[in-house]
Structure formats: C-alpha cells, structure tokens
C-alpha cells in the first residue's frame, strides 16, 4: 500500500520523530548520566562561565546554560564538538553530528547508537551520508579535550577542524 502524504503530514511526522529521539535522548541518557556524575566533572560551568567570550569553554557554558543542562563527565569533548562543528543540539543534528564523528573514526558505542536513530529519518539520510564523508575527510577531532584547551578561541578551533 502507498500512502500519499501530504508534505504537512510528512512534515508532522517527523517533528514526531524527533521529539521521541530528543524525549529518550534526555530521559535515557542526558538526566541519568548527570545525576550519576554529579560533580564528578574536572571542570565546571562556573568556572568556563569566567572564561573570556569568543573562547571555547565560554561558548560550551553558554550553549549548556541555554538548555539548563548542567557538565557531564567523559561528555565535555561531546558538548564542545557541537560548537566547533557547528552542529546544534536538536535530535536531527545530534544525528547528523553522530555521522560526521563516525565517518572521522568515533567507533564508540554511544556515536553507534545515536546514528542507528537516524533509521526514523529516512528524508535525512542523504545529508547524514554527506556529513559521514566530511567527517571521513576532515581532521580528526578526537584528540581535543575541553579542559586543556578551554582558552582558545572558538574561531580558531573551527578553522582548524571545519576546512571546506
């Protein structure tokens, strides 16, 4: 049987989607792992508050602040690539970010298992593919670590790790 969608339909379907992956995102992941590492985190987010503007642990506090989200440990890195690659915390772009990570050689279970959410959105497929081989084909970023390079620029950083 062949539906035959109409684009708002097709359109609300996928907000539907997407709500349900951030939902589990938040419920499953996020929330549990920040009640389990409850300052455990090297670093905190009044410390990268104090940090000048423009730098990268500025722009990581700004960027959890505006989603009430508090550090998680093991997950700064996580948070950090999100502003470097210019990616943005929804579940199309975690997704989307998730590809770019895996084309660049994140083999972890957790990059596996956000992409593999990807399946629900088949209208994005195409640009995830496209993200994987910029990941594929771009330096690897597996190697920065917010706490040593907190202070650098976040223009800096993109330039080194978003070359066209």
Same mark, same amino acid.
């Given at each position: 049987m062949i539906l035959n =969608?109409?684009?708002?339909?097709?359109?609300k379907q996928s907000k539907i989607r997407e709500t349900l992956i951030?939902?589990?995102?938040?419920?499953i992941a996020i929330k549990p792992l920040q009640y389990l590492f409850q300052s455990k985190s090297e670093i905190t987010l009044d410390e990268l508050s104090l940090l000048p503007e423009g730098t990268?642990?500025?722009?990581?506090?700004?960027? =959890?602040n505006s989603h009430h989200l508090k550090i998680i440990p093991k997950f700064e890195?996580?948070?950090?690539k999100h502003i470097i690659l210019g990616y943005s915390m929804s579940s199309i772009d975690e997704v989307r970010m998730q590809a770019y990570l895996f084309g660049n050689g994140n083999y972890s279970i957790s990059c596996i298992l956000f992409l593999t959410s990807g399946i629900l959105f088949p209208e994005h497929w195409n640009t995830f593919y496209q993200d994987y081989k910029k990941g594929k084909n771009a330096i690897s970023i597996s190697s920065l670590v917010l706490k040593k390079c907190q202070t650098e620029l976040t223009k800096d950083l993109k330039a080194i790790y978003c070359k066209k």
């Amino acid at each position: 049987m062949i539906l035959n =969608l109409s684009r708002k339909e097709i359109k609300k379907q996928s907000k539907i989607r997407e709500t349900l992956i951030e939902n589990l995102k938040v419920s499953i992941a996020i929330k549990p792992l920040q009640y389990l590492f409850q300052s455990k985190s090297e670093i905190t987010l009044d410390e990268l508050s104090l940090l000048p503007e423009g730098t990268i642990g500025n722009d990581v506090f700004k960027m =959890l602040n505006s989603h009430h989200l508090k550090i998680i440990p093991k997950f700064e890195e996580h948070d950090m690539k999100h502003i470097i690659l210019g990616y943005s915390m929804s579940s199309i772009d975690e997704v989307r970010m998730q590809a770019y990570l895996f084309g660049n050689g994140n083999y972890s279970i957790s990059c596996i298992l956000f992409l593999t959410s990807g399946i629900l959105f088949p209208e994005h497929w195409n640009t995830f593919y496209q993200d994987y081989k910029k990941g594929k084909n771009a330096i690897s970023i597996s190697s920065l670590v917010l706490k040593k390079c907190q202070t650098e620029l976040t223009k800096d950083l993109k330039a080194i790790y978003c070359k066209k």
